[in-house]
């Protein structure tokens, strides 16, 4: 299934948050927070200005995002639980430096 998002909004795919935390502890599924970090898997065309005009989003697909812990809409499509924002609800897009993307 495709799902094409409206006007400024967005979907996107939370990350999974670690199992572990840096001490080496595991942390149980219950004792979890949502991850606040998640990858764009669709835009939408765009706002209207005052003028009429479309414009465009600032993310496209596949920029890792943050957005605040109670934002967005929760919807499963095609059996994947994914969020529903809008542009503005996204604080910033995660940008890889050149030695990150060497070690992944």
């Known amino acids: ?3 094409r998002p409206l006007h400024d909004r967005v979907v996107v795919k939370r990350i999974d ?11 149980p599924d219950t004792a979890k927070e949502k991850p606040q970090q998640g990858e764009v898997i669709a835009v939408g ?7 009429g005009q479309i414009v465009p989003l600032d993310v496209k697909v596949g ?6 812990k109670w934002s967005g ?3 499963k499509i095609g059996g994947e639980d994914l969020l529903i924002m809008k542009e503005s609800d ?15």
């Open 63 to 68: 920029d890792t995002v943050l957005f605040g």
């Open 45 to 51: 065309p765009g706002a209207r200005n005052e003028a």
């Open 73 to 75: 809409t929760e919807v």
């Open 17 to 27: 948050a670690e199992e572990k935390t840096a001490g080496g502890i595991i942390i």
């Open 90 to 104: 996204i604080m910033g897009v995660v940008e890889q430096t050149v030695a990150t993307k060497q070690a992944a």
């Open 1 to 3: 299934m495709k799902f």
